[in-house]
């Protein structure tokens, strides 16, 4: 048996998890969350917005898949590419609804659109261009005069579909021709992309779960409620989480990927024209953004690891430039000063993120702790230790009772004990020899 919260693997008689602790619902549990051979849904929804999002295949530029791709006029490429991510979303829905049925595709659809509130472009937008597809296909006419130029009946049904996108007023009447054929082209060839990658994922049909799953690699915000759910470290009142709580905070999540993703993708492009042409003071600061990108970046999960190697990548690489260029090796440990900054910053939005409103903020934020693996634990009580001894011994006493309760409502005492003895150890690494530049800086991070 494996952990849903975790993953890992647990004798099949086990009530708690051996490594996190937390409680593992049977089968046969009421609201026991289904496995991952599933097919959920609400988690669908999320994951194709996610992927959207985050410009993950096949949302990504159509230059980088297409490059024949026809030109945009100026001034409409973001409402183009909109309507061909749009469309592609449209796709998934019309493959799933083959593989699983329209009750199912439907399912999908209102979750997307609950999802989309993420964004209020999206949330305005999307309705509209689904309708705009439908509306399309149901006055597609191939033998229709105005496409006589025309013989692969391809491009005539996303001629079509061009015509009915651009239906809504916001496309100007007189600039309507010159955006037919880059339109339309660009749905045609987004939907072969579409069912490229999305055919191999609904190739193999699952049943359908009748309740929520948890995302592969949740948010910030859903992994809170993970935390939550079925676990003793939790006041008994916070244990059981809705489908509802779920939505909400993949919203969150969303927004926060939104916003991370606004801040990359300028931050690759910029590396990108600058690279072997920019002053000292221009590569420190790059350096600085991306590290500063780096403890956002880890906060959102590992969903992002292929984002996070980028930018530590491209961080090393500058920082060897700088030093080899003006050969002051002292500034290695200036950045490492920040780097260890940012490194704190990302672990302690990690835990802290998603604390419900009216709580105890530091208790709520020692029971994550609790909650995650042992090095996360050493990690934090180390943060703890050296931005002060009151700190420290505060968060040592709430652990010591979160995890004394949690073993009277039933955590095994084995695990309880390794977590207070991980806590412990932590305490005595992160005893400070010699005051340093990262001391301050860390108790101005905890006391945020």
Known sequence: MHCTSCGSKNPDDAKFCSKCGKQIATSSEAGAAPTQSHFDPQSAGYGVLRRLVSGRPPFNPVEEWHPKAKKIPTGFEADVNVAVQAYQLFVFLEMARTVYGLATSEKIRTNILLLSSFDSKWESRLPVLFDSFKAGIAIHEPESPRWEPFEDPQTKFHLSLAVSVMYPPSWPEDRKAELLMPLAERLDTGR????????RELKMPAQVADA???????????????????????????????????????????K??????????????????????????????????ALDLSEKCSVLGDYFAPEIKVIKATADATEREIIATTNEASLRDSYERYRALSDVGALLQKVRTGIPPGCDAE????????????????????????????????????????????????????VGNAKLAAFLSGLDEGRPQKPSGIWSGLKRMIGR
């Not at 072969?192 to 055919?199: L, P, S």
């Not at 943060?383 to 949690?406: F, T």
Request: charged share 25%; aromatic share 10%.
């Open 212 to 254: 929520f799953q948890w995302a592969e690699s949740p948010g910030p915000f859903e992994r809170q409620l993970q935390r939550q759910e079925n676990n003793p470290l939790f006041p008994a009142m916070v244990r059981s989480v809705s489908s509802h709580q779920v939505t909400v905070a993949r919203i969150a999540d969303l």
């Open 256 to 289: 926060q990927i939104s916003d991370f993703m606004q801040g990359y993708v300028p931050f690759v492009r910029r590396g990108l024209s600058l690279s072997g042409k920019w002053t000292v003071k221009e590569a420190s600061d790059f350096l600085r953004e």
């Open 192 to 199: 072969v992309r579409a069912e490229e990658i999305f055919g």
């Open 363 to 414: 208790d709520f934020t020692v029971r994550a702790v609790l909650s995650e693996d042992l090095q996360t634990i050493v990690n934090y009580a180390a943060i703890c230790r050296y931005s002060g001894e009151p700190l420290a011994k505060d968060s040592l006493q709430r652990a010591q009772r979160v995890v004394a309760e949690a073993i009277q409502d039933g955590m095994p005492p084995d």
